[in-house]
């Protein structure tokens, strides 16, 4: 199976020399791709977080579906439903329902699961009319694949390895970590209906992903960092393209949703009051 072929293959970085811009290879493939998934696949697709151009929104859509982890509209529809579910029944993927292994890859190796859209979300009525959008939900294995064999024809194995690999590998445990591990440990800032919990370290590795109890508080909004000091690189780049004009109709976070925030702090999880 290529997805487990592809993680095995990471200990190949134990035997290919070692150099600091290979590292840097590395950080560029698993960030620019994690902006790629968050930026279009979640915030985009799955959300209607803001608006951008048919070119814009192609572009980050190739890119997120460079990660290697299947199509723009297989993955918003699956979210949805979690969001629609979170944590009860019906929830593709709850650490709570179904365990850790399958919340985190059991679910997206799952065969009923990987083979189609959900048949119970907006994003195909959204957005299945789009060929471009489509295709790349038909092909998806096409642009890691393309991305695997450029670089290893001006790389060779090295850059294979750490270009396409390893950054591979731990995006999708970064991106499974929110499913997971935000769905497990961290602080809780809202009451929300799901155990979601806000979490720096996967907020680093997912591009700001890692608000994620924020974010089931308030879905619509183009940020997860509800705050400066919680980083949010994917919210940074869609207010960049919004100064050059390439995004617009940015969704903020209401007033009243900041006046929760601070009125009052949740307890701890497994605490009721
Ligand atoms: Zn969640
Ligand atoms: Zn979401």
Request: glycine letters at 8%.
């Amino acid at each position: 199976m290529v997805f487990w072929g592809v993680q095995a293959a990471s200990v190949l970085v134990l035997v290919v020399p070692f150099s600091w811009p290979l590292v840097g290879l590395w950080a560029t493939s698993h960030f620019v791709r994690a902006v790629g998934l968050t930026l279009s696949f979640h915030r985009y697709f799955a959300h209607r977080a803001f608006e951008m151009s048919r070119g814009a929104r192609f572009f980050w859509a190739l890119v997120g579906t460079a990660a290697m982890q299947k199509g723009p509209l297989w993955w918003a529809g699956n979210h949805i439903d979690h969001h629609k579910y979170a944590d009860h029944e019906g929830d593709p993927h709850s650490p709570k329902l179904s365990g850790f292994y399958h919340a985190h890859v059991g679910w997206f190796l799952h065969d009923a699961r990987w083979k189609q859209v959900p048949g119970s979300n907006p994003v195909m009525r959204d957005f299945g009319h789009a060929p471009e959008l489509r295709l790349l939900d038909e092909y998806y294995w096409a642009p890691p694949l393309a991305l695997a064999v450029g670089l290893y024809l001006a790389g060779g194995l090295s850059w294979l390895v750490w270009g396409f690999v390893l950054p591979t590998t731990t995006l999708a445990h970064a991106t499974f970590a929110i499913n997971t591990v935000n769905h497990l440990w961290g602080s809780r800032r809202f009451h929300t209906r799901d155990d979601s919990t806000n979490n720096a370290l996967t907020a680093f590795f997912a591009v700001g992903e890692g608000w994620h109890n924020n974010h089931h508080r308030y879905q619509r909004a183009a940020r997860n960092g509800f705050y400066w000091w919680e980083f949010d690189v994917t919210y940074y780049v869609i207010v960049l393209m919004n100064w050059l004009g390439m995004a617009w109709h940015i969704q903020p976070v209401p007033a009243r949703i900041y006046a929760e925030a601070e009125g009052h702090r949740a307890p701890p999880l497994g605490v009721t009051e």
